[in-house]
């Protein structure tokens, strides 16, 4: 593998089993709750897989489109699941492991989520809407807005052709005024790769606990309307978790509620911590 910022794929591979080892979970799988379709230890395979799909991304040359090989990671990380574990976070690891991987302006936390966000907004949704229809997961309605390709369709071949060449500048900042993913996917790379660098000036190297995972969802919820949540509940229920998250709790949610996209930022923070402690916690070094 060429010289490259750190260990994306095993960084990557790290956050998303790390993200659900939290107590307090926000709705989501943690050490304490288990979904009806999925569990603590799905994630942990998973990561075994997104460390093989990202390790063959990063040594292949750039993909072009950048973000044409995304439906394929997406889908071969998913193989031995039927329901989607990690989509949102594969979304969002997709890019900045193609940045660090192949640009070697790439040297810390901050350039990785700069260059990683230049390749998204000068890319394609159609790669991510791909990556939906792979996977079709139960929340995802029939769409009609022109904006937003009916991934359920039978149409959706004839559809897609109008968003292959189109850049997704546009797309998420019209889109993330009607849908709080998009809206994430536009500001989470900023705020996260913040959240990450105040983490590091703290504790320097120390792997993350639990209570540190619990802290980010809060720190996350607070900014951020979870697009899961919004989908399934309403707006009004999003705000309301929102607005208790700032006031610095986290509510009780019922087993049809879950921050999962906020979970997708956890996993976006922990791969920052990750990846910038690829060296110390991933290599050993040569006795003399």
Known sequence: MRDMYGNPPLAAALAIALEPTGW???????????????????????????ALAFRRLCSSKLPKPVGSLL?????????????????????????????????????DI??????????????????????????????????????WPNVKSPLYGIERERYTGSSSMLALKLLSRHDPIFQEASTAFVHTSKLATEYLRKHGCQVPSSSVIDELFKDLCSNFVDSLLFRKRGLERALEVML?????????????????????????????????????????????
């Open 110 to 147: 901050r350039t990785n989520a700069t260059y990683a966000y230049s390749l998204l907004v000068s890319d394609s949704l159609v790669w991510l809407f791909d990556s939906i229809r792979e996977l079709s997961p139960s929340h995802v309605r029939s769409s009609r807005s022109p904006f």
């Open 24 to 50: 307090m979970g926000a709705g989501t799988v943690c050490r304490s709750r288990d979904h009806r379709d999925k569990k603590m230890q799905d994630y942990i395979v998973a990561s075994y897989r997104v």
């Open 244 to 288: 208790a998250c700032k006031a610095g709790s986290m509510p009780k949610f019922d087993s049809r509620e879950s921050l999962g996209s906020i979970a997708d930022l956890v996993t976006l923070v922990l791969y920052y911590i990750s990846n910038e402690c690829a060296e110390s916690w991933f290599f050993l070094k040569t006795v003399p």
């Open 71 to 107: 439906p394929a990671v997406v889908s071969e990380v998913h193989k031995p699941f039927n329901t989607n574990l990690s989509l949102g976070s594969l979304f969002l690891l997709y890019y900045n492991v193609v940045a660090a991987c192949h640009d070697r302006r790439v040297c």
